[in-house]
């Protein structure tokens, strides 16, 4: 307990003074604000345009939630199927990786013409930014499950599915949880390109328009508050990886743990 404490401290340091490092290079070399705003700059205009800055963050975090939502759903479907099927594997993976392949970019002004500008082609982005880990991660899982599991299964006359559900799904646990901690973090990258594409509200527009104006501290502000969104939802599934498939955790000292 002591060790993880002490590493956490060294953490948070490590953290504050970067942030320090940053005023201090601005301050000495009279960066100008335009260029790269002082840390201090950035959390003053976070606090006085909060009440015009939480809209959008509400609306970010509940786009980015939906689409990960759905990314979750199809990726474990997508991924059980692949894993599972020799014959899905062989047909379903290259066109996966030649989906996902495709800049997402691009692929917003086509939900734009199907589905109209708004909060439909971000929480479609969000989805398929989001979903491609955990297609790769749950059908990895599956697919190195050991034989000899499957095989004492087999001769205790368990179906496929029994086999799937008790022996393949936990064993891929760990692999899909590792899948989710990546993903919330590409639902984030997906729902920011459509709002600075496609739609009215969401910290992506609001950082457009803030560039278009040359508010650069509040575009700053902006990522800021994404950041912390994304390391506030990647701490909420680390405890529920450690809550569910602690059994799965054999060090604590990995950089990704």
Request: hydrophobic share 55%; aromatic share 10%.
């Amino acid at each position: 307990m002591k060790a993880i404490n002490r590493r956490r401290l060294q953490s948070a340091a490590v953290i504050i003074g970067f942030f320090l490092l940053w005023e201090l290079i601005c301050v000495v070399f009279h960066v100008k604000e335009i260029v790269l705003p002082r840390p201090s700059q950035i959390l003053t205009t976070l606090w006085l345009q909060a009440p015009a800055i939480w809209p959008h963050t509400v609306q970010t975090l509940y786009t980015t939630l939906v689409g990960f939502g759905l990314g979750i759903l199809t990726g474990v479907f997508l991924g059980v199927l692949i894993g599972s099927s020799r014959l899905a594997y062989d047909v379903g993976y290259p066109l996966l990786i030649g989906f996902s392949s495709i800049p997402k970019v691009a692929v917003v002004p086509i939900f734009v013409l199907w589905f109209g500008a708004g909060t439909v082609p971000a929480v479609l982005t969000a989805m398929i930014m989001s979903m491609f880990p955990i297609v790769v991660n749950v059908a990895t899982g599956l697919a190195t499950t050991e034989p000899e599991l499957e095989d004492v299964m087999k001769a205790l006359r368990a179906t496929k599915l029994d086999i799937l559900t008790n022996v393949g799904l936990p064993r891929a646990m760990p692999y899909f949880f590792a899948s989710l901690k990546v993903s919330v973090t590409l639902a984030f990258v997906g729902t920011v390109i459509a709002e600075t594409v496609a739609s009215n509200r969401g910290i992506g527009n609001l950082m457009m328009i803030a560039s278009s104006s040359f508010d650069v501290p509040l575009v700053f502000a902006g990522l800021l508050v994404l950041a912390v969104l994304g390391v506030g939802l990647y701490a909420i599934f680390s405890v529920i990886e450690g809550r569910v498939i602690g059994w799965a955790k054999r060090k604590d000292d990995f950089a990704l743990g």
